[in-house]
């Protein structure tokens, strides 16, 4: 049954890719941005054929909740490490980093670093704790000692919020890539990435996600690698050349490699950094993962792994980046009108994908552009994964039917909640095709650094937290981001065509993230309730199995 359903699905998929193919003319002629690229979708088509091989393969392995949810603890840290990447490293990772880098030079490479942050974060203060208290989602350890049903309820809805955010962005981010890249229809790509995203959960679960994120993170490796290998030998691999070089002819001149803009602005720098270090901690998808392997040690493992595959990763964007100022950034041929310094073909975006053609032929852009999707897709499928979990396991097993629900139940809603969330990433991405989409990534990582974090990590460390406190925490949290985001300049001004931001700062974790802190805090320790005193005394029960992984899930035996 679900061979020929996947088999149908697959069938569907290429005649919607023939129909692509028909509908291009008329996308070339709306965008006037690039033609219709062979090479890009021949080998994009193999990775969905890989990609539906894995899920056919998948869906024999994906009988219990514990399967769909988290493989069933049975990932390895090597390989949950590559996944983490993989979820992590997004489109915007490799295009809007490396624009950034060749626009403004280290300022992009500080940025860089507040993504980084993170990691050991998550490493040293949170991985172990979370795989020996989580079952499926991070809601299981803030409700650990809690009332399930109203903390679950703040945890969920968070979640759904950062979920959908994210989620918008890259759907909106793949409509306009696929224009760019692979002169198709933003509209089929939307379809596109939303049907192969259903398959992949519905059908193969947290095992055909891991692997399609495993693939994607190999490919954007590969693809990275080769181009900045390729550019950077231009340059004898000297470091010292390249930056020499570029700085003669970049119009920042000997600025290129001194912190510029971003740190203009000490306010807004700080309260980015924290969103970025703190969002990339209470990220549900990105949470979700620790799930997956067999024990805490293995957890401690992946974080190593995807934090080495980060890092590189980053240091091969900053070499493409400096490599484009003088291959791309001197050739006539990547700006329109052949006019130096002018408007670049197809966007500031297209940055990397010039530097591969350049360096590489179309061949190697073909590739890229192919990572490009892949890298969405991976990433989409992570957050529908994510996005379902938390309203099948919190809100309708633990919250509706109180933990009376059966696995075949729940995993029927975690399907159903997966259509669900397709259907409607597909509907957001069409509603928000002409809007600046840069706000909602904001709002993303600023809900998760100010609703989740700050709930999450009190509730693993502090045993003075309570159901209100943690109540108060998370929903001030999600509030406040989100009203500062909407009140700044990114919504209230670009979005909303008022005159003035209300809110003078266009990142809100510096402000939002204090307001969740000392509320969850203060309303704590002003709880006196039976209650409350319970779920003080129960800490010890938690420390206990936090630090020894005692009575935590175990994995599965395939």
């Given at each position: 049954m679900?061979?020929?359903?996947?088999?149908?699905?697959?069938?569907?998929?290429?005649?919607?890719?023939?129909?692509?193919s028909?509908?291009?003319?008329?996308?070339?002629?709306?965008?006037?941005?690039?033609?219709?690229?062979?090479?890009?979708?021949?080998?994009?088509?193999?990775?969905?054929?890989?990609?539906?091989?894995?899920?056919?393969?998948?869906?024999?392995?994906t009988?219990?909740?514990?399967?769909?949810?988290?493989?069933?603890?049975?990932?390895?840290?090597?390989?949950?490490?590559?996944?983490?990447?993989?979820?992590?490293?997004?489109?915007?990772?490799?295009?809007?980093?490396?624009?950034?880098?060749?626009?403004?030079?280290?300022?992009?490479?500080?940025?860089?670093?507040?993504?980084?942050?993170?990691?050991?974060?998550?490493?040293?203060?949170?991985?172990?704790?979370?795989?020996?208290?989580?079952k499926?989602?991070?809601a299981d350890?803030?409700?650990?000692?809690?009332?399930?049903?109203?903390?679950?309820?703040?945890?969920?809805?968070?979640?759904?919020?950062?979920?959908?955010?994210?989620?918008v962005?890259?759907?909106v981010?793949?409509?306009?890539?696929?224009?760019?890249l692979?002169?198709?229809?933003?509209?089929?790509?939307?379809?596109?990435v939303?049907?192969?995203?259903?398959?992949?959960?519905?059908?193969?679960?947290?095992?055909?996600?891991?692997?399609?994120?495993?693939?994607?993170?190999?490919?954007?490796?590969?693809?990275?690698?080769?181009?900045?290998?390729?550019?950077?030998?231009?340059?004898?691999?000297?470091?010292?050349?390249?930056?020499?070089?570029?700085?003669?002819?970049?119009?920042?001149?000997?600025?290129?490699?001194?912190?510029?803009?971003l740190?203009?602005?000490?306010?807004?720098?700080?309260?980015?950094?924290?969103?970025?270090?703190?969002?990339?901690?209470?990220?549900?998808?990105?949470?979700?993962?620790?799930?997956?392997?067999?024990?805490?040690?293995?957890?401690?493992?992946?974080?190593?792994?995807?934090?080495?595959?980060?890092?590189?990763f980053?240091?091969?964007?900053?070499?493409?980046?400096?490599?484009a100022?003088?291959?791309?950034?001197?050739?006539?041929?990547?700006?329109?009108?052949?006019?130096?310094?002018?408007?670049?073909?197809?966007?500031?975006?297209?940055?990397?994908?010039?530097?591969?053609?350049?360096?590489?032929?179309?061949?190697?852009?073909?590739?890229?552009?192919?990572?490009?999707?892949?890298?969405?897709?991976?990433?989409?499928?992570?957050?529908?994964?994510?996005?379902?979990?938390?309203?099948?396991?919190?809100?309708?097993?633990?919250?509706?039917?109180?933990?009376?629900?059966?696995?075949?139940?729940?995993?029927?809603?975690?399907k159903?909640?997966?259509?669900?969330?397709?259907?409607?990433?597909?509907?957001?991405?069409?509603?928000?095709?002409?809007?600046?989409?840069?706000?909602?990534?904001?709002?993303?990582?600023?809900?998760?650094?100010?609703?989740?974090?700050?709930?999450?990590?009190?509730?693993?460390?502090?045993?003075?937290?309570?159901?209100?406190?943690a109540?108060?925490?998370?929903?001030?949290?999600?509030?406040?981001?989100?009203?500062?985001?909407?009140l700044s300049?990114?919504?209230?001004?670009?979005?909303?065509?008022?005159?003035?931001a209300i809110f003078?700062?266009?990142?809100?974790?510096?402000?939002?993230?204090?307001?969740?802190?000392?509320?969850a805090?203060?309303?704590?320790?002003?709880?006196?309730?039976?209650?409350?005193?319970?779920?003080?005394?129960?800490?010890?029960?938690?420390?206990?199995?936090?630090?020894?992984?005692?009575?935590?899930?175990?994995?599965?035996?395939?």
């Open positions: 679900k061979a020929t359903v996947i088999s149908r699905l697959a069938a569907g998929l290429f005649s919607m890719s023939v129909a692509a028909a509908v291009a003319g008329d996308a070339i002629a709306q965008t006037e941005k690039q033609g219709l690229n062979l090479h890009a979708i021949g080998m994009f088509f193999i990775f969905v054929m890989l990609t539906l091989g894995i899920t056919y393969w998948a869906a024999s392995r009988k219990s909740t514990a399967d769909f949810y988290t493989a069933g603890g049975g990932i390895t840290g090597w390989q949950n490490g590559l996944a983490i990447a993989g979820d992590y490293m997004s489109a915007a990772t490799l295009l809007g980093l490396t624009a950034m880098m060749y626009t403004q030079g280290v300022d992009a490479y500080i940025y860089m670093i507040a993504f980084f942050v993170g990691w050991p974060i998550i490493l040293f203060l949170m991985a172990e704790r979370l795989r020996n208290l989580g499926f989602t991070f350890i803030t409700a650990y000692r809690l009332d399930q049903g109203k903390v679950r309820t703040m945890a969920a809805v968070s979640s759904l919020t950062v979920v959908c955010f994210y989620l962005a890259q759907m981010g793949a409509g306009q890539l696929i224009k760019l692979f002169g198709l229809d933003y509209n089929i790509a939307l379809f596109v939303g049907a192969l995203m259903m398959v992949y959960v519905t059908f193969g679960g947290m095992v055909a996600t891991t692997w399609v994120q495993i693939i994607k993170a190999c490919m954007l490796l590969i693809g990275g690698t080769t181009v900045m290998l390729l550019a950077f030998s231009q340059f004898g691999f000297s470091f010292d050349e390249l930056t020499t070089r570029a700085m003669e002819v970049h119009k920042l001149g000997g600025k290129l490699l001194s912190p510029g803009s740190l203009a602005d000490p306010v807004t720098a700080i309260s980015l950094g924290l969103g970025l270090m703190f969002g990339t901690a209470g990220l549900p998808h990105i949470l979700m993962r620790f799930f997956t392997v067999t024990d805490a040690k293995e957890a401690r493992k992946s974080v190593l792994y995807a934090s080495g595959i980060v890092a590189y980053f240091n091969v964007i900053a070499i493409m980046g400096l490599c100022i003088l291959i791309v950034g001197t050739n006539p041929e990547f700006f329109e009108g052949g006019q130096l310094g002018g408007k670049v073909i197809g966007g500031g975006n297209m940055i990397a994908m010039h530097l591969a053609k350049a360096v590489g032929g179309n061949l190697l852009l073909g590739f890229l552009s192919a990572v490009a999707f892949a890298t969405i897709l991976a990433v989409v499928a992570g957050l529908a994964l994510a996005g379902a979990s938390a309203i099948s396991h919190d809100i309708y097993a633990r919250v509706i039917m109180k933990g009376k629900a059966s696995e075949k139940t729940e995993l029927k809603v975690s159903f909640a997966t259509i669900g969330l397709g259907i409607v990433a597909i509907l957001l991405g069409m509603a928000f095709e002409k809007m600046n989409i840069a706000f909602m990534v904001a709002l993303a990582f600023g809900v998760a650094a100010s609703a989740n974090f700050p709930v999450l990590i009190l509730s693993m460390y502090w045993r003075g937290l309570t159901t209100r406190g109540l108060w925490g998370g929903y001030s949290g999600l509030f406040s981001a989100v009203t500062f985001v909407v300049k990114s919504v209230w001004v670009d979005v909303l065509h008022n005159a003035a003078p700062y266009t990142q809100p974790a510096l402000f939002s993230m204090p307001i969740a802190f000392f509320l805090i203060v309303v704590s320790k002003m709880d006196s309730s039976v209650a409350a005193q319970k779920e003080i005394e129960a800490f010890e029960d938690q420390y206990v199995r936090a630090q020894t992984g005692v009575g935590a899930a175990t994995a599965s035996s395939h």
